[in-house]
Nanobody, 114 residues
Framework: QVQFVESGGGLVQPGGSLRLSCAASGSIFSIYAMGWYRQAPGKQRELVAFSTGGSTGYADSVKGRFTISRDNAKNTVFLQMNSLKPEDTAVYYC?????????WGQGTQVTVSS
């Protein structure tokens, strides 16, 4: 089994910042990629950002505002979210891929509202 500990979600005003973190543990080795998806009410889940061994990628809607980083020694991924907008409101899900399959966290709520 693989366990995830996600933290950092919450309520923030437009223009504010949050930092999400996600630590993977258990039966997962040689993680290739880690990242974040999000799902807003009534919408499909969308890829927000990912990090592989040598590259990162972002959804167009978050480029220039969000930054993903990893601590490979701790199987942990972070998402620094700046200049948050109401449309960033969603449940954010951490994932990890070990070359065989994806593993998912339980999700953390991010709400951007005044």
């Amino acid at each position: 089994q693989v366990q995830f500990v996600e933290s950092g979600g919450g309520l923030v005003q437009p223009g504010g910042s949050l930092r999400l973190s996600c630590a993977a543990s258990g039966s997962i080795f040689s993680i290739y990629a880690m990242g974040w998806y999000r799902q807003a009410p009534g919408k499909q889940r969308e890829l927000v950002a990912f990090s592989t061994g040598g590259s990162t990628g972002y959804a167009d809607s978050v480029k220039g505002r969000f930054t993903i980083s990893r601590d490979n020694a701790k199987n942990t991924v972070f998402l620094q979210m700046n200049s948050l907008k109401p449309e960033d409101t969603a449940v954010y899900y951490c994932f990890a891929n070990d070359f065989k399959r994806d593993y998912w966290g339980q999700g953390t709520q991010v709400t951007v509202s005044s």
